[in-house]
């Protein structure tokens, strides 16, 4: 069991450019959460989707954050136009059964806006 | 609207005391509650979780955390801290039912004094 994987671990943008988060969850599990965390704001949740499906976008900046889960084994949240203050740390985590509340989470990517 | 506080930001003990991490919360319906610890620069592990039961929950290496509805709480302790401990500890609330959202607290850091 690889866990969560998420690439790239480090990414750095320009202001403006698009950035694209890539999130491999644990086999079998049918859920995957996006969090963005900061110093400032903590652990603040994005989106997150229950087999492929999205359930809650809740957390996203509607115009320029967008989510989406093409199949079981990836999902993506790309970013556009970004801007300095999206810098960030993205975790992704998935979640093997509804209901069953527990998280397991990737190491995250540190995304750097200059 | 679920909402988690962690009233300390930072918690320092020398190794081999014991520490509590406190966790108040808000929440109408029945729920999750459950802790996280987070090591640097590596994303959330799950430590334990209670829904009901017994208001005593053990995880795993000596963690155990208390529930109490008179009290809003969850209060995480350990008995004897080791140095490996230190990380931000976080705690967590979501609904039993319908939306699978977990709300994180702020997060407390804890540093273990050799």
């Known amino acids: 069991n690889a866990g969560v994987i998420q690439t790239p671990r480090h990414k750095v943008t320009g202001k403006g450019q698009e950035a694209t988060l890539w999130c491999e969850p644990i086999s079998g599990h049918s859920a995957v959460f996006w969090y963005r965390q900061t110093i400032v704001q903590g652990l603040e949740f994005l989106t997150y989707f229950r087999n492929q499906a999205p359930i809650d976008d809740s957390g996203m900046p509607k115009e320029r954050f967008s989510a989406q889960m093409p199949n079981q084994s990836h999902s993506t949240l790309k970013i556009q136009s970004t801007q300095p203050q999206d810098s960030a740390v993205y975790l992704c985590?998935?979640?093997?059964?509804?209901?069953?509340?527990?998280?397991?989470f990737g190491a995250g990517t540190r995304l750097s806006v200059l | 609207t679920q909402t988690v506080s962690q009233s300390d930001a930072h918690v320092t003990v020398f190794e081999g005391d014991s520490v509590e991490l406190r966790c108040n919360y808000s929440?109408?319906?029945?729920?999750?509650l459950s802790w996280y610890i987070q090591h640097h620069g590596r994303g959330l592990q799950f430590l334990l979780k209670y829904y009901s039961g017994n208001p005593v929950v053990q995880g795993v290496n000596g963690f155990k955390a208390e529930f109490s509805k008179s009290d809003s709480s969850f209060h995480l302790r350990k008995a004897s801290v080791h140095w490996s401990d230190s990380a931000v500890y976080f705690c967590?609330?979501?609904?039993?039912?319908?939306?699978?959202?977990?709300?994180f607290g702020a997060g407390t850091k804890l540093t273990i004094k050799p």
């Open positions: 985590a998935s979640s093997l059964n509804w209901g069953q509340n527990t998280l397991y």
């Open positions: 929440y109408g319906g029945s729920i999750y």
């Open positions: 967590a609330v979501s609904a039993i039912w319908g939306n699978e959202k977990i709300t």
